[in-house]
C-alpha cells in the first residue's frame, strides 16, 4: 500500500510538472499557428490570386486551385483558433495523460524489480541458512554418537581402576570436558531442529504483551516498555516459534545492557505486513559484524558465553514464516531489530 | 453570459418574429432579415467559412448554410429543408435578402397551429469541421497522411473540435394560413 501511494505521489508529482511544461510548449504552438499575422499573410496571398487572376485571365484555373487551397488553410485556422482553449487542453492532456501512464509503468516496474531482488534476496538467505542448519545436523549427529561412547569407556574405566584421588580429578576432568561437549552439540541441535513455523492468525499486541511480562519475570532489572496499538494486530504465526525468537532478541538485548537497560516494543501496520520492532539501549553492533550479524556463528560475546547462534535461527525462523528480521538501526545508544510479518 | 445574450437577442427579435405558413401538410418558416443583420451573424458571414443555420421543430429540422465567396464575391448558399430537399445556388449581397426570406419546409404540420421554433447559428459547417479536424490531426502527428492511420492521440485531439453556437433564437409562432 505505500509502495502504490509512493507510485502514486512521485507520478502525480511528475505529472504536474510534465503538464506545466506542455501548457508552454501547446499554447507556443498553437499561438505560432494562430497569430493574427499569419492569418493577414494568408488573406493577403487571398487577394493576391484575385489580382493575379485579372492580370493573367488565361491562367485563372490555376489560380482558382491556389486560390481555394489557400482559402481552405485559412478556414482550418479560424476553426482552431474558435476551438483554441479546448484543443490545448485535450493536447496537454493527452500528452500528461501518456507521460503518466509511462512514469506509471517505470516506477511499477522498477517496483516490481525490487520486490523481486528482495525476494530473491530472502530466498537465498533462507537457502544459505537452511544449509548451516543441515550442516548443523551433521555435525551434531556426528558428534553425540562419539561422545556417548566416550562417556560409557570413562564410566568403565573408573570402574575397572581402583579408587584413588588422583584418578577421581582425571575421570572427573574428563566428564566435565565431555559435558561441555555436549553442551557445544546442544547448542548447535538448536539450530539444526528448527521446525517450520505451523501458521495460525495470532493477535501480536496480545502475544508481545504476554511476553513481556513472562520476560521481566526472568529479568527483573530489565525495563521492558510496549504501547499496544488501540486496536488487535492480527499476523499469521506460529505462536511458540515467535516467542522464541523474541527471548533470542531480548535475551541480546539483556546480556548487552547487563539486565539493567531498557526494551521497547512497537508494533506498526505497513500494507499487508506488520513490523514488530525491538528496540534496546545496549552498546550496539559493532560495525564489522554488521553485514554478518545474522549468519551462525557471528557474536560479539566471549569464547564459551554463546555461540551466536541466536540471530541466525530467529532470522530462519521468519523466514520460514514468509517474513523477515532486519537490523534496523544500531549506534552506541541502543540497536533496532525489525521483525516483518503477514498481516491477517 | 450566453443566457443573457440569448435574452437580449430575444428580446430583440420579438419585434421581428419569423413568419409561419402552412401549404397542405407542411409547415413552412420564413426568417427575418433582421438576423442576417445582427452583429454576431454579420461576423459570420463575411468570414470563409460556412455560417450555419440550424431551425429546429420539435419533430424534425432544418438547415441553412450560407458561405462567402471571395473570388467570385458571391454568397454560396444551400438549404436542406425538414423533407430532406436540398437546394443550393449563388447569390449576390444584394440578394442574399430575398432569398433568406423565402421560407423553408420546417415540419410536417401536426394537430396544432402553433409550432415552437428555435434557431441556431453555428460559425462553421459540418464538412468545415472535418476538414479542420483532418488537417489538425496530422498537424498532430500522424506520420503518413494518405495511409489514413490515426492515431489515439490525433484523435483525441481532432474530436476537440466543434461548433458552439453564435447565437440562438426560440420562437413560439402560430400558423397564418
Known amino acids: 500500500m505505500r509502495t502504490l501511494v509512493t ?113 530473491r534476496r530472502r530466498a537465498e538467505q533462507l537457502a544459505r541458512l537452511t544449509a ?60 539444526a531442529m528448527i521446525g517450520q513455523p505451523v501458521l495460525r492468525a495470532e493477535e501480536l499486541d496480545k502475544l508481545v504483551a504476554e511476553f513481556r511480562d513472562m520476560f521481566a519475570g526472568a529479568w527483573p532489572n530489565l525495563t521492558l516498555r510496549f504501547d499496544a496499538p488501540p486496536s488487535p494486530v492480527a499476523v499469521s504465526a506460529d505462536r511458540d516459534l515467535l516467542r522464541q525468537v523474541l527471548v533470542n532478541l531480548c535475551t541480546n538485548s539483556a546480556h548487552a545492557t547487563d539486565g539493567r537497560g531498557t526494551v521497547t516494543f512497537a508494533i506498526a501496520r505497513a500494507g499487508d505486513r506488520v513490523h514488530l520492532d525491538v528496540a534496546d539501549s545496549g552498546g550496539g553492533v559493532p560495525p564489522s ?17 554463546g555461540m551466536g547462534l541466536g540471530l541466525a535461527i530467529s532470522r530462519k525462523i521468519l523466514l520460514d514464516h514468509g517474513g523477515d528480521l532486519a537490523l534496523l538501526s544500531t549506534s552506541p545508544a541502543g540497536s533496532t531489530f525489525r521483525i516483518s510479518l503477514r498481516r491477517v | 453570459m450566453v443566457s443573457i445574450v440569448f435574452a437580449l437577442l430575444l428580446a430583440g427579435a420579438m419585434s421581428d418574429r419569423p413568419a409561419l405558413t402552412i401549404a397542405g401538410d407542411r409547415v413552412l418558416v420564413a426568417l427575418p432579415p433582421s438576423i442576417l443583420k445582427q452583429k454576431e451573424v454579420r461576423a459570420r458571414l463575411e468570414s470563409a467559412l460556412t455560417t450555419t443555420f440550424i431551425v429546429k421543430t420539435k419533430d424534425a429540422n432544418a438547415r441553412i448554410e450560407i458561405r462567402y465567396d471571395l473570388w467570385d464575391d458571391v454568397y454560396r448558399v444551400k438549404r436542406v429543408d425538414a423533407a430532406g430537399r436540398t437546394s443550393q445556388q449563388s447569390v449576390t449581397a444584394a440578394q442574399l435578402e430575398a432569398w433568406w426570406r423565402t421560407p423553408i419546409d420546417i415540419a410536417r404540420r401536426g394537430g396544432a397551429d402553433a409550432i415552437d421554433v428555435e434557431l441556431v447559428v453555428l460559425p462553421f459547417s459540418a464538412a468545415d469541421e472535418s476538414d479542420a479536424r483532418q488537417w489538425l490531426s496530422k498537424s498532430g502527428g500522424a506520420r503518413d497522411p494518405s495511409a489514413d492511420s490515426k492515431s489515439v492521440i490525433d484523435a483525441l485531439i481532432g474530436t476537440t473540435l466543434s461548433a458552439r453556437p453564435v447565437v440562438s433564437y426560440r420562437w413560439s409562432l402560430e400558423a397564418r394560413r
Open chain 1, 7 to 119: 507510485t502514486a505521489l512521485i507520478v502525480a508529482a511528475a505529472t504536474l510538472v510534465f503538464y506545466a511544461a506542455v501548457h508552454q510548449i501547446a499554447g507556443l504552438w498553437l499561438d505560432v499557428v494562430l497569430r493574427p499575422d499569419v492569418r493577414g499573410v494568408i488573406e493577403h496571398s487571398l487577394l493576391d490570386q484575385k489580382r493575379l487572376r485579372d492580370l493573367d485571365p488565361a491562367n485563372e484555373a490555376r489560380y482558382r486551385q491556389r486560390f481555394e487551397e489557400t482559402r481552405r488553410l485559412m478556414n482550418r485556422i479560424d476553426v482552431v483558433a474558435m476551438n483554441r482553449e479546448r484543443v490545448l487542453r485535450r493536447f496537454e492532456m493527452v500528452l500528461a495523460g501518456l507521460f503518466a501512464a509511462i512514469v506509471f509503468v517505470a516506477t511499477f516496474l522498477w517496483t516490481a524489480r525490487q520486490r523481486r531482488n528482495e525476494e
Open chain 1, 289 to 305: 559484524i554488521q553485514a554478518r550479524i545474522f549468519e551462525p556463528y557471528v557474536t560479539t560475546r566471549k569464547i564459551g558465553h
Open chain 1, 132 to 191: 548451516w542448519q543441515e550442516a548443523s545436523r551433521r555435525h551434531a549427529h556426528e558428534i553425540k554418537t562419539p561422545l556417548t561412547a566416550a562417556r560409557m569407556e570413562i564410566d568403565r574405566l573408573a570402574s575397572l581402576t581402583p579408587p584413588g584421588e588422583e584418578v577421581q580429578r582425571a575421570v572427573d576432568s574428563v566428564y566435565e570436558e565431555l559435558e561441555r561437549i555436549a553442551q557445544f552439540t546442544r547448542e548447535f541441535s538448536s539450530f
